[in-house]
């Protein structure tokens, strides 16, 4: 396991349907993130999971956006009935805490998805 | 919410010259502070990172400063060399509870490193 994967690395899909990607976190992480960044902008924040819990939601992830993560192990993001707005890169990342002091992220090298 | 703040937003320098990223954030409660390293087309990097309760962290030729009190923090890289040459981001991140666990980041700064 050497970091986090996410698939697949590009989509070009036309507006109106629909995206699942997916993302595998490093294993011994329990915490897993949701980020979109389009050009010029930092990452902004979607969503986040502890083990299989959804914990928080943006303001930014609208009701055509759901993310699982049904075993606590991967994730999946659907976008239904994409728009071009939708157009970005979608960044997961994980992270551990408890007894560890590392509250870093591990990002995965991102989707970019391009709704034509 | 949490508010990040960064600049310059581009910040040209000569290799060898020191090179310092400022962000401020709005959120007292704010209680870790990470910079991340993105080159063009690659994912984001944690480089560096400070929680609250230390005022300077240095790793080799990177440090970070945090001013809690003024809720401000900086990226200091010396002895810049063509490889620093990337967008830095600040994130910052509350513990606070409440389940808010994102990190919010700044807008990135486009560090370029002149030959």
């Known amino acids: 396991d050497t970091g986090v994967s996410q698939d697949p690395r590009h989509k070009i899909t036309k507006r109106g349907q629909n995206v699942t990607f997916r993302c595998d976190p490093i294993?011994?992480?329990?915490?897993l993130y949701w980020y979109r960044q389009t050009l010029g902008q930092g990452p902004e924040f979607l969503t986040y999971?502890?083990?299989?819990?959804?914990?928080?939601k943006s303001r930014l992830l609208s009701d055509r956006f759901s993310a699982e993560r049904p075993k606590g192990s991967f994730s999946t993001l659907e976008i239904q009935r994409t728009e071009q707005g939708d157009s970005a890169m979608y960044l997961c990342a994980s992270s551990s805490r408890g007894n560890s002091e590392n509250y870093g992220y591990t990002f995965g090298s991102g989707t970019r998805l391009t709704v034509v | 919410g949490e508010n990040v703040e960064q600049h310059p937003s581009t910040l040209s320098v000569q290799e060898g010259d020191s090179a310092v990223i400022k962000c401020t954030y709005s959120d007292s409660a704010s209680n870790y502070f990470p910079w991340y390293k993105q080159e063009l087309g690659k994912r984001p990097q944690l480089i560096i990172d400070?929680?609250?309760?230390?005022g300077e962290k240095k790793d080799q030729r990177i440090a970070v400063t945090l001013n809690k009190t003024a809720k401000h923090f900086s990226l200091h890289i010396t002895e810049t060399q063509p490889e620093d040459s990337a967008v830095y981001f600040c994130a910052a991140r509350s513990f606070s509870g409440g389940g808010a666990d994102g990190l919010t980041f700044g807008k990135g700064t486009h560090l370029i490193i002149q030959p």
């Open positions: 294993s011994e992480h329990n915490r």
């Open positions: 400070i929680r609250s309760n230390v």
């Open positions: 999971f502890q083990n299989e819990a959804q914990l928080e």
